[in-house]
């Protein structure tokens, strides 16, 4: 997906805040924040907002001498939403619809993304989790998504932040009920950026258990399929179907004709426009489906609707 005004805009938020954090002095902050520009500025035609962001960020943690700044706040949320396993596996095993039901907790953990906010308060995750079961989900999409789930041999799962993939566990678990014989590799980040979720973050959480993990090779948030090391890249070319969650997976992945759902809640405004739903409201769509979405999105602007 290509770069838009709003993304820029975002890019240079993050980059502000990590700035003005851990930048010395005033002469450093502002060096810092021209080069910010520099990169953005010269940023090639195609770039993805991911890709860019992550290029920024790779500059200011080398120029302060920074490493996984975000290690402790992933500790934090893993620790609160283990917390909540068990109370959450109940509600799921105690509703008509396990997999549905696991998909919207899933859904609704992408909440904790400090690629968007600067600020996650806990009081509001708290209620877009209890708020959970009240996500829509499209039904012909979720009967497709069944239908993969049943006759698939190999899934690939990209995991997004930490804290999210006590979810994410959860959710690959009722998948692994419904299909035994599948076999499951979740893709983290190869290095660390914001909060997303690394090898470290996936294990602490138990998730080994359910599924191989591997690491992508990068520090984008996002998965960028030309940036990503070999082993990764082969399991996502060879799996029967592929989930995908969080903005920055779905900003780099699509159009890439892979079998593909998406999962991740709209936080900033340009996927509310993009999308015309509601802040925090989730999506749940199909790499096949999901440019007929943005189109139908862009036709109801376009006639007032």
Avoid: W
């Amino acid at each position: 997906m290509d770069i838009d005004s709003k993304c820029v805009d975002c890019i240079i938020n993050k980059a502000n805040f990590v700035i003005n954090r851990y930048g010395s002095d005033e002469d450093k902050r502002l060096r810092l924040s021209k080069e910010v520009f520099k990169i953005i500025s010269m940023s090639p035609k195609g770039d993805t907002p991911p890709y860019l962001n992550a290029r920024v960020i790779r500059m200011l943690k080398s120029e302060l001498n920074l490493g996984d700044i975000y290690c402790e706040i992933k500790k934090a949320y893993n620790t609160l939403l283990l917390s909540m396993e068990h109370e959450i596996l109940n509600n799921i095993y105690d509703s008509e619809d396990k997999l549905l039901e696991a998909l919207k907790y899933a859904m609704a953990g992408n909440f904790i993304d400090f690629g968007v906010s600067d600020n996650i308060e806990v009081v509001e995750l708290l209620k877009i989790i209890n708020s959970a079961p009240e996500q829509s989900i499209d039904a012909k999409e979720y009967e497709n998504f069944i239908e993969d789930i049943s006759s698939a041999r190999k899934m690939v799962y990209i995991a997004d932040n930490a804290g999210e993939i006590v979810f994410d566990k959860i959710f690959i678990k009722v998948i692994k009920e419904m299909n035994p014989d599948i076999t499951i590799d979740i893709i983290v980040r190869g290095k660390p950026v914001y909060n997303d979720v690394t090898i470290i973050d996936a294990e602490e959480v138990g998730i080994s258990s359910i599924g191989e993990i591997i690491e992508n090779g990068t520090d984008i948030p996002g998965t960028q399929l030309d940036e990503i090391n070999a082993k990764a890249r082969a399991a996502i070319d060879g799996a029967d179907f592929i989930i995908a969650k969080g903005q920055g997976n779905f900003e780099t992945l699509i159009g890439c004709g892979k079998n593909i759902y998406y999962i991740f809640l709209c936080k900033c405004d340009l996927f509310i426009k993009r999308f015309k739903i509601e802040r925090f409201r989730g999506v749940f769509i199909s790499e096949r489906n999901v440019k007929n979405m943005i189109k139908q999105s862009d036709s109801c602007e376009a006639v007032g609707l």
